[in-house]
């Protein structure tokens, strides 16, 4: 007679990943028992620089947790848990953390000075993983044939979505994936010791 398998156990994989897809959920599920008055107060960033309000500075970063409904949220986030666990294997989860932080105060700014709407949601650093995600097998001096077919069919679209009257931040996209692109040349080189 063998050994009788155990149970499964959970493992908590990447922990960056899955501590960000917590928080989101929890910001979400607070944001609908307060009647939506805690997303458009820390959650969500706003056109113009607001240089004297402390919130402002936190809003720049804070706003890619925030998330206009579950279906929004959901959207972002079966993105982000497919593609961010093999993307923190690789890079490392310190500085996957400073790729996120990186992108989402990049896309916060540019929206500050650019739009006249305000901005929330994980769909940036969502694209910024598409796009790294074509790196994860790259050699120096190689440009990846998956990162020109991604840019070509993700971001191409979404410039020219960026055209229609929708309540989609295309911006947010398209400069999510200039980020990952650029991280991806630079082999996520933003410290940490993990190397492809």
Known sequence: MGKSKLPLKPSWNSPVILSF???ACVIMAADN??????????????????WASPLFYL????HALGHKNWAHLTANFSVIL?????????????RLIKMMLITALVTGLL???FFSTGLLGASGLAFMMIL???F??????ELPLTFVLVVLLFLAKEVANAFAQDDVSQFAHIIGGVCGGAFGFLRGGLGGKKSG
């Open 111 to 113: 929206n500050a000075a």
């Open 82 to 94: 497919l593609i961010g666990p093999l993307i923190e294997e690789k890079y490392g989860s310190a």
């Open 132 to 134: 790294l995600s074509s």
């Open 59 to 62: 809003r720049l970063v804070t």
């Open 136 to 141: 994860t097998n790259h050699r120096d001096g």
């Open 33 to 50: 028992l307060s009647h939506g008055r805690i997303t458009p107060t820390l959650f969500a960033t706003y056109p113009g620089f607001h």
């Open 21 to 23: 897809a917590l928080a």
